[in-house]
C-alpha cells in the first residue's frame, strides 16, 4: 500500500512532442504529489507539485494532472525540448501532522531527440 | 543560496569496510533526509532528522547502517561493515517547511 507504481519506464519523444508519464498510488492518506527531474550525476530538484484538492496543475510546459478517484496522476511535458532529456521521478507523501518522507516511483528515462 | 553539499561525491571500498559520508544542509533548514538511490530506481529514505532528533528511521539497516546530526545542522551517515548490495548513491536532502525537499548530488559508492 506504500508503493507508487510509474510507467513507462522509458519514453523517447521527438522535439516538439508531447511527453506523458503516469503514476498510480494505493494509499488514500496520500496527500502531496510532486515530481522530480534528475540529470546524470546530480540529485533530483523539484519539478512540479499537486495537492489532491485540485485536479490539474500547470507551471510552463508541464502540467500534472491528477485523478483522485481513480489513484491515478500524471505528467505533462509539453513542446518537448532535448534539455528535457533526464530521469522523472513521481512520489507521493503523507503530510497529515507532519513531515512525511517521500515514496518515489522506479523513475522514467525521457530521451527527446532533436 | 547555496545548496546541499556532500562529500565525498565517489566512494570505491572493499566489503566489509567501513565508510562514511557528511551532508550540509542549506543554512536553516530543519529538516534533513538520507535517501538510498540504487541503479535504475527511485529514492528510498533512510532516515529523517528534525534539528537533532530522529523522526523516522523505520528503513535504516541498524545492524549496519547509522547516522547522526549533532547540533541540527551536518549530519554523518557510516556503513560499517559494507556489503555489495550497499552500492548506490547516498543523497542527503533538506527541508525548510512541510513540502519541498532540496537533493545534494549524492555521494556514489561502489562495494568490491
Known amino acids: 500500500q506504500q508503493q507508487v507504481k510509474q510507467s513507462p519506464q522509458s519514453l523517447i519523444v521527438q522535439k516538439g512532442g508531447i511527453s506523458i508519464i503516469n503514476c498510480a498510488y494505493e494509499n488514500t492518506a496520500f496527500d502531496y504529489f510532486p515530481w522530480y527531474q534528475q540529470f546524470p550525476g546530480k540529485g533530483p530538484a523539484l519539478l512540479i507539485a499537486?495537492?489532491?484538492?485540485?485536479s490539474e496543475k500547470k507551471e510552463g510546459r508541464f502540467t500534472i494532472s491528477f485523478n483522485k478517484s481513480a489513484k491515478q496522476f500524471s505528467l505533462h511535458i509539453m513542446d518537448s525540448q532535448p534539455g528535457d532529456s533526464a530521469t522523472y521521478f513521481c512520489?507521493?507523501?503523507?503530510?497529515?501532522?507532519?513531515?512525511?518522507?517521500?515514496?518515489f516511483g522506479k523513475g522514467t528515462k525521457l530521451s527527446v531527440k532533436p | 543560496e547555496a545548496g546541499v553539499a556532500q562529500s565525498p561525491r565517489y566512494k570505491i571500498i572493499e566489503k566489509r569496510q567501513s565508510v562514511a559520508f557528511w551532508c550540509n544542509p542549506i543554512s536553516g533548514h530543519a529538516t534533513l533526509y538520507w535517501y538510498q538511490q540504487i541503479l535504475g530506481q527511485g529514492p528510498k529514505l533512510l532516515i529523517q532528522f528534525q534539528n537533532n532528533g530522529v523522526v523516522d528511521d523505520s528503513q535504516l539497516p541498524k545492524d549496519r547502517f547509522s547516522a547522526e546530526r549533532l547540533k541540527g545542522v551536518d549530519s554523518t551517515l557510516k556503513i560499517q561493515p559494507a556489503k555489495l548490495e550497499d552500492s548506490a548513491v547516498y543523497l542527503c536532502?533538506?527541508?525548510?517547511?512541510?513540502?519541498?525537499?532540496?537533493f545534494g548530488p549524492g555521494t556514489r559508492l561502489l562495494v568490491l
Open positions: 499537486i495537492r489532491p484538492d485540485v
Open positions: 536532502a533538506s527541508s525548510s517547511g512541510v513540502w519541498t525537499q532540496y
Open positions: 512520489a507521493a507523501a503523507r503530510y497529515g501532522g507532519s513531515q512525511g518522507n517521500l515514496i
